[in-house]
T-cell receptor
Framework: KAGVTQTPRYLIKTRGQQVTLSCSPI?????VSWYQQTPGQGLQFLFE???????NKGNFPGRFSGRQFSNSRSEMNVSTLELGDSALYLC?????????????FGEGSRLTVL | QKEVEQDPGPLSVPEGAIVSLNCTYS??????FMWYRQYSRKGPELLMY????GNKEDGRFTAQVDKSSKYISLFIRDSQPSDSATYLC????????????FGSGTRLLVRP
């Protein structure tokens, strides 16, 4: 069974630009969550989607947004990039039959903002 | 104060040692407890999952949860150099199980 796939794996942007990251969950998983990982703050919850609906959002500004498609694939977008947005962005999926915290992560998209 | 506290290490042990990794937490609503292993430049890999209190064993790994003390542990027996990684504890509440709260991670180095 293929795992969570994230693209692109690495990208470099400049301040003020925007970026879109993509995530394909494990086949059959309908819940997709996004996390930001930085050396200073660790892993922080961004948002979670289930059946194309955002169910919850973490403490991030409105520049961070996302969506989920009918095939459960998800994208997140960051607009007006700031230097502090440099981070590893991780996508995680969960089986819709579980009501547990077992999340399976992808390899992440490493964003560098110059 | 953070909801989940974890010693960042690094923790350096000789091959074959028993490793003990720990996290404390403050939110009594947490019911799901996980340990993830993260190698450099990789995503976190789920190692152990426990619901509520108790012990769980899987090969060389044992996870313990003590909800009365708000303390969780991961033990690694017969540690190997391939165990060298960052270990992250994570937990979530019943009504928001999709939202994991992570510890800062402990860097472990197992010396050959």
């Amino acid at each position: 069974k293929a795992g969570v796939t994230q693209t692109p794996r690495y990208l470099i942007k400049t301040r003020g630009q925007q970026v879109t990251l993509s995530c394909s969950p494990i086949s059959g998983h309908r819940s997709v969550s996004w996390y930001q990982q930085t050396p200073g703050q660790g892993l922080q919850f961004l948002f979670e989607y289930f059946s194309e609906t955002q169910r919850n959002k973490g403490n991030f500004p409105g520049r961070f947004s996302g969506r989920q498609f009918s095939n459960s694939r998800s994208e997140m977008n960051v607009s007006t990039l700031e230097l502090g947005d440099s981070a590893l962005y991780l996508c995680a999926s969960r089986s819709n039959t579980q009501n547990t915290g077992e999340l399976f992560f992808g390899e992440g998209s490493r964003l560098t903002v110059l | 104060q953070k909801e989940v506290e974890q010693d960042p290490g690094p923790l350096s042990v000789p091959e074959g040692a028993i490793v003990s990794l720990n996290c404390t937490y403050s939110n009594s609503a947490f019911q799901y407890f996980m340990w993830y292993r993260q190698y450099s430049r990789k995503g976190p890999e789920l190692l152990m999952y426990t619901y509520s209190s108790g012990n769980k064993e899987d090969g060389r790994f044992t996870a313990q949860v003590d909800k009365s003390s708000k303390y969780i542990s991961l033990f690694i027996r017969d540690s190997q150099p391939s165990d060298s990684a960052t270990y992250l504890c994570a937990m979530s509440a019943l009504d928001s199980s999709y939202k994991l709260i992570f510890g800062s991670g402990t860097r472990l180095l197992v010396r050959p």
